[in-house]
């Protein structure tokens, strides 16, 4: 799994740069992660419609609890994005067939990423 928040010792953010088609943060429009990374696109939040990723990028996380789900209690860490610290879903820690995915709910927009930089 994938989970970056590198920051130097100047205060510098390191973003990864993830190349071709991927989901961005919808409040800054950082890259979160490929399409290709998609396990599901049926997966269901208590806010609505969400995506479950095998990886991500440019998230950082938070404190782990235990969490209520539609499938058991699961060990759960709330994800954020690292540039602008907008809330994004949640990680299993350790999930209904020992993954640990992440799901993303809501807050990405599918698009293509620049590739000539």
Not at 17 to 36: F, V
Not at 61 to 66: L, R, T
Request: glycine share 8%; aromatic share 10%; proline share 1%.
């Amino acid at each position: 799994m994938t989970c970056y928040r590198e920051i130097d010792r100047m205060g510098r953010l390191f973003l990864v740069n993830l190349e071709g088609k991927s989901y961005s943060c919808r409040h800054c429009n950082t890259n979160i992660a490929l399409c290709s990374d998609v396990v599901s696109k049926s997966f269901q939040s208590r806010h609505g419609k969400a995506y479950l990723f095998r990886k991500v990028a440019n998230v950082y996380a938070g404190e782990k609890e235990d969490r209520m789900m539609m499938t058991g209690m699961h060990t759960v860490v709330d994800i954020y994005c690292v540039k602008c610290g907008s809330y994004l879903g949640w990680r299993y820690v350790c999930g209904p067939d020992e993954n640990n995915y992440l799901v993303v709910a809501q807050e990405v927009e599918a698009g293509e990423t620049d590739t000539d930089e």
